[in-house]
């Protein structure tokens, strides 16, 4: 079944003193709520958003800790290397095999989920360790053991909040491999949330990581025109669908476009769940930019999604597909025609469409 009702807290929420050096970013580790930002305690917004029948998230970065905390400073219980703290400048990372430190988070984290009710968890790690740590024989056992022990404290997370949807996010994306997605239910697909290239670094996932698991960002502004906005929401055809930027300030019309996909978007998320992609188009020589057309067709035998992205361009586009269709549903740019097994695109730069179609036999 189909699901649009997280609303997530992003960073920041635990930033205690707002005027604090470094912003949000150095204050990650204590995880004592904001008391300038939610005056009445989190668990009041938590309330508020299960009142307007939706599910409240909440983002963690659990297993480091920055310059501006007191765990930065709690040596004891931090990974070393050569015995010296492993530090990247204003990070270092807790020790996930001591048992202090699981006894910490058990508070800092599975109690305050418990606490507040939240039914989402965006877990971020925008850093590494490097080579290895202290610990074991060697130093890459020691890494070996700080990811798995890592893994066991997430699992523990979902035996203690059986219902708790868990996105597993990373800068650069280096955790989305298979021993890390099979504990969570989605991950952030990429840091490219607004940038032209989402829709190839999309395409590329689909060989590693499943696209119901592939969380898309659509990044939306109040500035955005039609073709931007067609862009930005057809992006997030090619996995798991998520809002986030300028939602409120969007115009009448600007909101038009992202309900209709919205809408259309429930109508094909089975063929995202159970399908087979096949890419066409011009090779990617260039992801900041890209030239010609980008076809993707997620097709589950009978049905097929097939999401369509102009790059810059020099003319129209013909692209011929493996089967011909009729379609059933469109979303997006007018300009863009499925016609057979025919993909006919304008001389249009970066715009999209998406096409809900029925194979002929």
């Keep these: 079944m189909f699901s649009s009702h997280y609303l997530t807290i992003d960073a920041g929420w635990f930033r205690e003193n707002l005027a604090v050096e470094g912003g949000w970013d150095s204050c990650i580790g204590d995880w004592n709520q904001s008391k300038e930002l939610f005056p009445n305690g989190i668990k009041e917004v938590c309330d508020y958003i299960r009142a307007q029948g939706m599910v409240p998230g909440i983002w963690f970065e659990f297993e480091n800790a920055t310059n501006q905390t007191k765990m930065f400073q ?14 990247t400048g204003r990070r270092v990372f807790l020790d996930m095999r001591d048992e202090w430190v699981t006894n910490y988070l058990d508070k800092k984290v599975i109690h305050f989920l418990k606490e507040n009710g939240f039914g989402y968890l965006k877990v971020d790690y925008n850093d590494t360790i490097g080579i290895g740590c202290d610990g074991a024989e060697s130093l890459g056992e020691g890494l070996r053991q700080q990811v798995c ?13 059986p219902d708790l949807v868990i996105e597993n996010c990373s800068s650069g994306g280096h955790r989305l491999e298979p021993s890390m997605m099979e504990i969570v239910s989605q991950a952030s697909f990429s840091d490219a949330h607004e940038g032209r290239e989402i829709p190839i670094i999309a395409a590329n996932l689909h060989r590693a990581v499943h696209p119901s698991q592939s969380q898309i960002w659509a990044v939306l502004h109040a500035g955005d025109d039609n073709d931007r906005l067609y862009y930005s929401m057809t ?3 090619l996995g798991r669908m998520c809002l986030s930027g300028e939602i409120y300030e969007l115009n009448e019309n600007q909101w038009k476009i992202v309900q209709n996909a919205i809408n259309f978007y429930k109508k094909i998320a089975h063929i995202i769940r159970c399908g087979n992609s096949y890419r066409y188009g011009e090779p990617v020589l260039s992801y900041n930019f890209p030239k010609g057309v980008q076809v993707m067709v997620r097709d589950n035998g009978d049905e097929a999604l097939i999401v369509v992205h102009t790059f810059e361009t020099n003319g129209e586009n013909t ?41 002929r036999n």
């Design 74 to 87: 709690n040596g004891g219980h931090l990974l070393k290397r050569n015995g010296c703290v492993i530090d």
């Design 149 to 161: 022990a890592s893994q066991n404290y997430f699992r523990k997370i979902k035996e203690e909040i």
């Design 235 to 237: 992006n997030t055809m």
């Design 319 to 359: 692209i011929q597909l493996a089967n011909e269709f009729d379609i059933l549903e469109h979303f997006g740019s007018s300009q863009i025609i499925l016609k057979d097994n025919q993909v006919i695109t304008p001389d249009k730069s970066f715009t999209a469409a998406a096409f809900y179609a029925k194979k």
